[in-house]
T-cell receptor, first 111, second 116 residues
Framework: LAKTTQPISMDSYEGQEVNITCSHN???????ITWYQQFPSQGPRFIIQ???TKVTNEVASLFIPADRKSSTLSLPRVSLSDTAVYYC????????????FGAGTRLAVHP | EAGVTQFPSHSVIEKGQTVTLRCDPI?????LYWYRRVMGKEIKFLLH????????ESGMPNNRFLAERTGGTYSTLKVQPAELEDSGVYFC??????????????FGPGTRLTVL
């Protein structure tokens, strides 16, 4: 399974756009990129998943360049409630994946 | 629709005692996973059920841990006897099982286990 690297922490302010980049140099052809969010005292929560180019949902956007060796999670206009740990994971198509969590990125949003 | 639920939310036991954690997956989800985070470490996979069968138990730390999923519904994870290093948060997740894309896992809130 592809190893991922992402910043340990980031700081932002309310109303700003936040971009968290994840490196996955050894991503395989049939791997998908998934981002999870975790608040204190809660389990991880699925945010978004993509294979290539751009994916957008009501929460975030995911940008994946053509070589797929990195991806960027974009959170538009963050609020205090977006303070959480964000995990980038890579898993293969076909389901039945055990998720390999790294340390994640601890995002702190300030007033 | 109810999400993944776990019971208890907290458990404090003494070393050598037995503890049983329970997970109720989302209705209709055949896949059930157990993960845990011990203090200061990353979330680690423990095992995976497909219905009542253990598909992958490569993450189970030792034979003091026993997971079951009788009938393919809820699952239990028993630790017997508990050791200090078993302290941490135990998460359960479930998923439907898909063949396109990866299978999204939905996590419960976790059970915080403290072994004294």
């Amino acid at each position: 399974l592809a190893k991922t690297t992402q910043p340990i922490s980031m700081d932002s302010y309310e109303g700003q756009e936040v971009n968290i980049t994840c490196s996955h140099n050894n991503i395989a052809t049939n791997d998908y990129i998934t981002w999870y969010q975790q608040f204190p005292s809660q389990g991880p929560r699925f945010i978004i998943q993509g294979y290539k180019t751009k994916v957008t949902n009501e929460v975030a956007s995911l940008f994946i360049p053509a070589d797929r060796k990195s991806s960027t999670l974009s959170l538009p206009r963050v609020s205090l409630s977006d303070t959480a740990v964000y995990y980038c994971l890579v898993g293969r198509e076909g389901g039945y994946n055990k998720l390999i969590f790294g340390a994640g990125t601890r995002l702190a949003v300030h007033p | 629709e109810a999400g993944v639920t776990q019971f208890p939310s907290h458990s404090v036991i003494e070393k050598g005692q037995t503890v049983t954690l329970r997970c109720d997956p989302i209705s209709g989800h055949d896949n059930l996973y157990w993960y845990r985070r011990v203090m200061g470490k990353e979330i680690k996979f423990l095992l995976h059920f497909v219905k009542e069968s253990k598909q992958d138990e490569s993450g189970m730390p030792n034979n003091r841990f026993l997971a079951e999923r009788t009938g393919g519904t809820y699952s239990t994870l028993k630790v017997q006897p508990a050791e200090l290093e078993d302290s941490g948060v135990y998460f359960c997740a479930s998923s439907q099982g898909r063949t396109s894309g990866t299978d999204t896992q939905y996590f419960g809130p976790g059970t915080r286990l403290t072994v004294l």
